[in-house]
């Protein structure tokens, strides 16, 4: 249990006082001054009595792991107990990211439960290995810390938000796949009507209130039910020109088009663009994991090449849609994607809104559609 | 009203009023105004300013400019200044809301005026201002830091009152008092003027003119109404009466006065060290009011020491004169005085005995009074006798004839106050050729037995004669008539003699507590310890077993709870959280049953239960049993949950538990 004591300013100011009493005392005739400097310490001895006692006699939960978005207040709950029979108050509690929440009073013999009050603009993965309380109470004198080693974590989501999900392809039968075929199916969800039995159906498709009319025994019939496939393909290249909000922007566009696509019933794989890092979702899957993944992903110094990105599309399924959400464009790279897409492969680009590669899109296939994102929002031209 | 009672104004009241004791401690108007002031401004208080931060400005600047300029002659004195002018910062800053710095700097103020106050407030009205400051100041800054976090709290986290904050206010309390003892006196002597041009202290009264003439001249009687203390006298060896200011030794048309030779050098003090020490006087002057040149003492000075004069020397009167009486507080002195005298020289004895012309009626009075005497020593006792016995002692009878004063007093009006009596004995004594003078100076009889000291007060201002005889030296001869004015020991109460002695430990150990103070109370605290030791060391067993058995009973009193508990390990836990232990653990155990299908009825008692197990041959019927009965022993008997049952307890319901697995996997 590490204590530490500051001096506030307040404390500071004191202290100057005391300082200028006590040249008053040297030339005074009274001792009264002593008494009236003796107050004053006394205060400051009480200051650290109580505060010492009371953040001693304070037990902390640990602050686990706690989920939030970006500019959203978070769900984690921190518990307090005080021990001892004293109140204390004027409590913080920091970690290495700043100030957590803040107490104003804490009764003696009592448990309060308080939500983390911070909120976090920027989606990340915190790391709190250490908790710190503080308290000035009861004069704001002295402030009294005391370090409690913590294991948590606060993963920030990024701000996912409403648009229009990418163009999937490499469609495969699936059952509560939104996209219907041509053919039917003896099961899924979209009950299409009743056949004639033929010989090899299993009996447990059969219809029995249709087949009970007498018309002979009927079978169901389904609509064929299929989702597509998505690689939403993430810039995660560090250059003055992708700055760090502008790739945050890039993150929250991935996870909202990725949100979509899943609602949709698609299958989505997110990778960057040298394939280093690869998360698949399922679709209607839980979006944590899908979410916690894009919290902790970070812009790299890597060196980067059209090689590499070869390489990461060939681990790509064949038939998916790819989804670039780039920082900045190239030639090479625009003459990739138009390479990509005469073999047949449906792209679909996404770029900075303040970004200015007018040069570099004319040479763009008109197949490629292109879409701008922003903070918090995706338009197109 | 809730303005008027809020900690934090208070004390800048506090602040205000000792910064108004500068102004004059003595006329309360000025108390009373700055009351009004502080309560006009507290209910002026409004949220918005109501003079701006510029003209504010100003006006705080002007006045500090004003007061640091103009008044206060040194530190002090710019301090009063400085603390007057903030008497206005304070004042405006209560008639609006000021934010944390502004109120930590309000509270800075009132300190320092209650600092500056000090210097003037020595007296027991100091005890309410420290009382007000230990309450209201941990008060204030609790407060403000409240209000700096929750700005308009009503009360959500608590006052900090002494109901609930006893320990607090009691540690703060002793902190100061021991850092006041404690904390050692660094005192740099200056001779500076406390007091500035406002003061209350600029029309010194000089009591004991040097130039004082004693003449048989008449007495008002106001003159000596003044009670005040004005000595303070510690003596070792021979105790005396009289303490001498000066001698006049000049008669001239009825006035004595000292003569120039009176004033001269006879000898230089020798150095303390070296003086046969006989007697010890140590002298306390309680009154700011004595300046005189000439220092009370009795006897024959040999060697003194003071804090406020420089160059003493004896006189040829055999008075003490002294250069640069410094003005400052407690002032002192001692003396070391011997039984030696010297013989007088024959100018000296011409000096002495110079009366000019005496008429016939005089010289007839004089042998008629002293027909039965042989010596001048009887003649001189027989003429005291006859004018104590004689004559009336009475202030402000008319003036005496200024051609025959004595002739006037000794036959006509035959009644006066001391100075008549002792310059008629001089006189007479002089006639019949016995050198004679007058002495001025104090009767010491007042003796306070608490403090073993003597007090001398303005009243006990006396004059006597001293005659010198050749086998005697100077002798002391005191004519004044018994009267009901003068004082005697037995007419001062024991409670005016015991708060005579509070107001001397007052004075001496709480407001003058030096470093030679600090010291010996240090040396006595180590004197205790080595007291003890040595009790020790001697095996004196009967002292030494009740010392530690005190000692183990104020341990057992002050951790009467915790102590013990830790200690015997047995950790008992309060009534109400036994009951809890107990439900829980029982509940843990019927939990157990559930699972293993022995449900217990709704109307069941704990014991109707154990029957029923018993009925059902339950395995671990005892360990239920033990259960059962830890259980109904705390919650409807008067039992309490320790360690030992929990341990109990929870070794029973693991083996249940145990069994429990058993069935399963069987």
């Not at chain 1, 970690?95 to 009592?110: A, C, D, Q, R, V």
Request: glycine share 6%; charged share 20%; net charge positive.
């Amino acid at each position: 249990m590490a204590i530490k004591v500051n001096i506030t300013r307040t404390g500071l100011c004191f202290i100057f006082l005391l300082m200028l009493i006590y040249l008053f005392s040297l030339m005074s005739q009274t001792g009264l001054l002593y008494i009236i400097m003796g107050i004053i310490l006394g205060i400051y001895v009480i200051n650290f009595l109580v505060c010492i006692k009371g953040l001693k006699s304070i037990t902390v939960s640990e602050c686990g792991i706690v989920n939030t978005t970006e500019g959203e207040i978070t769900d984690g709950i921190i518990s307090f107990r005080n021990f001892s029979n004293k109140a204390i108050g004027f409590i913080s509690l920091n970690s290495e990211l700043g100030t957590l929440l803040y107490i104003k009073n804490l009764p003696g013999k009592s448990e309060r439960h308080i939500g983390i009050e911070k909120v976090f603009h920027d989606r990340g993965i915190y790391h709190i290995n250490y908790l710190i309380l503080e308290s000035v109470y009861p004069f704001g004198f002295l402030k009294i810390k005391r370090k409690i080693f913590n294991n948590g974590k606060i993963v920030v989501y990024p701000k996912i938000y409403y648009c229009q999900a990418p163009d999937a392809s490499g469609f495969e039968p699936m059952l509560g796949g939104i996209y219907k075929g041509i053919h039917k199916s003896t099961f899924g969800d979209d009950f299409a009507g009743v056949r004639k039995y033929t010989e090899g159906d299993p009996l447990k498709y059969i219809h029995w209130k249709a087949s009970s009319k007498g018309q002979g025994i009927f079978v169901k019939e389904f609509n064929e039910e299929f989702s597509g496939r998505l690689s939403v393909i993430m810039d995660l290249r560090y250059n003055v020109h992708g700055t760090g909000n502008i790739f945050n922007h890039s993150v929250r566009a991935a996870g909202s088009l990725a949100f979509s696509a899943l609602e949709l019933g698609h299958h989505v794989e997110i990778t960057d663009l040298a394939g280093n890092n690869r998360f698949k979702a399922s679709p209607f899957s839980d979006i944590d994991e899908m979410l916690e993944y894009l919290a902790g992903i970070q812009q790299t110094k890597d060196e980067f090449s059209i090689k590499f990105l070869e390489k990461a599309i060939i681990d790509l399924p064949n038939k998916s849609s790819l989804a670039f959400i780039m920082l900045f464009i190239n030639n090479p790279f625009i003459e990739y994607i138009n390479r990509l897409n005469n073999t047949g492969r449906k792209i679909t680009l996404y770029l900075p809104k303040e970004s200015n590669y007018i040069l570099h899109l004319n040479r763009l296939s008109s197949s490629i559609k292109r879409f701008y994102f922003e903070k918090c929002s995706i338009c197109s031209d | 009203m809730q303005r008027l009672t809020k900690p934090e104004n208070l004390f800048i009241l506090v602040g205000l009023i000792c910064q108004a004791f500068t102004w004059d401690n003595h006329q309360h108007y000025t108390f009373l105004i700055v009351f009004f002031l502080w309560i006009i401004c507290c209910l002026l208080h409004s949220s918005r300013k109501i003079i701006s931060d510029g003209v504010q400005f100003i006006i705080i600047l002007s006045a500090l400019t004003f007061f640091y300029s103009f008044t206060g002659v040194n530190i002090f004195g710019k301090c009063i200044s400085l603390g007057n002018g903030l008497v206005l910062l304070q004042l405006i800053r209560l008639t609006y809301q000021l934010n944390y710095r502004e109120r930590i700097l309000s509270i800075i103020i009132a300190i320092t005026q209650i600092v500056i106050g000090t210097q003037v407030i020595l007296g027991y009205s100091f005890v309410l201002v420290i009382s007000a400051t230990l309450i209201l100041l941990p008060k204030s800054l609790y407060q403000i830091q409240i209000e700096n976090i929750e700005p308009n709290t009503k009360d959500s986290i608590g006052k900090f009152e002494f109901k609930n904050r006893k320990f607090e206010f009691t540690v703060i309390f002793l902190f100061s008092l021991l850092f006041f003892i404690i904390f050692p006196r660094i005192n740099i002597e200056s001779n500076t003027n406390l007091y500035s041009p406002f003061s209350r202290y600029r029309d010194s009264l000089y009591l004991n003119k040097p130039e004082l003439n004693t003449s048989l001249a008449s007495l008002n009687e106001n003159a000596l109404k003044d009670n005040d203390i004005v000595l303070q006298i510690h003596m070792d060896g021979t105790k005396t009466k009289y303490l001498e200011i000066m001698s006049l030794d000049k008669y001239e048309n009825g006035l004595w006065t000292i003569s120039a030779s009176g004033y001269l050098k006879k000898r230089n003090l020798a150095d303390r060290f070296n003086v046969e020490k006989k007697n010890y006087r140590k002298i306390d002057i309680k009154n700011d009011k004595f300046k005189s040149k000439f220092l009370p003492v009795d006897g024959n000075v040999q060697a003194i020491e003071g804090n406020f004069f420089d160059n003493p020397y004896f006189t040829r009167n055999g008075d003490i004169i002294v250069n640069n009486n410094i003005k400052r507080k407690n002032k002192s002195y001692e003396y070391w005085t011997s039984y030696k005298f010297n013989s007088l020289s024959s100018n000296d004895y011409r000096r002495y005995t110079k009366h000019g012309d005496t008429s016939q009626r005089i010289i007839t009075f004089i042998d008629s009074v002293t027909k039965n005497s042989k010596t001048n020593n009887d003649k001189a006792y027989a003429i005291t006798a006859y004018l104590k016995n004689n004559f009336k002692y009475e202030l402000g009878v008319p003036k005496l004839n200024e051609i025959y004063p004595v002739e006037d007093f000794l036959f006509n009006v035959r009644k006066g106050h001391c100075e008549r009596f002792a310059s008629a004995l001089a006189y007479l004594l002089r006639t019949i050729n016995v050198p004679a003078k007058v002495t001025v100076g104090y009767l010491v009889r007042e003796y306070n037995q608490f403090g073993e000291y003597y007090n001398v007060r303005t009243q006990d201002l006396h004059a006597w004669t001293e005659a010198y005889f050749k086998d005697k030296g100077w002798v002391i001869f005191d004519a004044t008539p018994v009267s009901e004015r003068i004082r005697t020991n037995e007419d001062i109460g024991i409670l005016k003699k015991i708060s005579d002695y509070f107001e001397y430990i007052w004075y001496s150990k709480v407001i003058n507590l030096s470093f030679g103070d600090q010291v010996n109370l240090l040396k006595s605290i180590n004197d205790i310890i080595s007291w003890f030791i040595n009790i020790f060391a001697k095996g004196l067993s009967f002292i030494y077993y009740l010392f530690t058995l005190m000692i183990f009973i104020l341990i057992i009193y002050l951790f009467k709870h915790k102590f013990i508990r830790k200690l015997l390990k047995l950790r008992f836990i309060n009534k109400k959280r036994s009951i809890v232990y107990a439900e829980h653990f029982y509940g843990d155990m019927l939990k157990e049953l559930e699972k293993q299908k022995i449900i217990k009825p709704i109307s069941a008692t704990p014991f109707e239960l154990l029957d029923i197990l018993k009925k059902n041959n339950f395995i671990h019927y005892n360990e239920a049993k033990a259960i059962t009965i830890i259980f109904c022993y705390i919650k409807y008997g008067n039992g309490y949950m320790n360690e030992e049952k929990i341990k109990i307890i929870q070794q029973n319901l693991n083996t249940i538990k145990i069994n429990k697995k058993k069935y399963d996997n069987e």
